[in-house]
């Protein structure tokens, strides 16, 4: 049996490289909290990475082992999960409330078990009937309805009676003659700041998919492979190898 709580704060290490990754901060389970899928990782310079729970090796009383560097992913926004509901308020179905969570009581698959509560008391998953953002809903026992026959409408009602093709749309030409034209060219994509690497020393003779060097180890990093690096998509691999 796991629980959350010994989770967080736990070391990452990795058993190939030997390095030491980051700790435990966050935790993360799938839309209907029946399983912990991710682990939020930070690392040195605040660096952030997902670990998904089936590339875990060993969790130990210290630490967690994973086999490589290669199983995490940079942090990025999860569709479909929820942050681990820690002191998230419960409910019965009937409109009761029960108490706070504090614990969350896992088997070695990650599958949730139990809720444990700030009262003691002690709640079945298999009760579960819905969770948000920051409340649970259970079951009551003498009263497990089908949450299906709540289904929101799909579609918003259609009024027949307007028709968007009859609306006369009038341009609208401005008086102004200093107006700036609008530009409508491609919006240049959002690049992540990775400026904070400059001037680290990276230990770890990096390669491109061809095998050609990209940066040797020892050197300093400097724009100019910073660049080719993270056109690359090695900038994962620099932040875990430089300092």
Request: proline letters at 3%; glycine letters at 4%; hydrophobic letters at 35%.
């Amino acid at each position: 049996m796991k629980y959350c709580n010994q989770l967080l704060s736990l070391s990452v290490l990795s058993l190939y490289e030997g390095e030491l990754i980051g700790k435990v901060d966050k935790l993360y389970f799938d839309k209907k909290l029946k399983r912990l899928t991710k682990i939020e990782i930070i690392g040195e310079n605040d660096a952030r990475f997902l670990l998904d729970t089936k590339n875990i090796y060993h969790i130990g009383k210290n630490a967690i082992t994973v086999k490589n560097n290669q199983c995490l992913s940079f942090k990025v926004e999860e569709v479909g999960l929820n942050l681990a509901p820690i002191n998230s308020k419960v409910y019965s179905i009937n409109g009761e409330y029960l108490g706070l969570v504090k614990e969350i009581d896992l088997d070695d698959k990650f599958f949730t078990q139990k809720f444990s509560l700030d009262n003691n008391s002690v709640l079945d998953i298999s009760d579960l009937a819905s969770c948000g953002k920051n409340t649970i809903i259970f079951f009551d026992k003498t009263n497990k309805i089908n949450l299906q026959k709540f289904t929101p409408t799909k579609s918003p009602k259609q009024f027949k009676n307007i028709s968007i093709e009859s609306v006369d749309i009038m341009p609208v030409e401005s008086t102004n003659e200093n107006v700036e034209p609008v530009d409508n060219s491609p919006q240049k994509p959002i690049i992540n700041n990775s400026d904070f690497l400059l001037g680290r020393i990276c230990y770890k003779d990096i390669f491109n998919f061809n095998n050609e060097l990209l940066i040797k180890a020892h050197s300093t990093i400097n724009k100019k492979n910073l660049k080719e690096i993270t056109r690359f998509g090695k900038l994962r691999e620099l932040i875990m190898f430089s300092r």
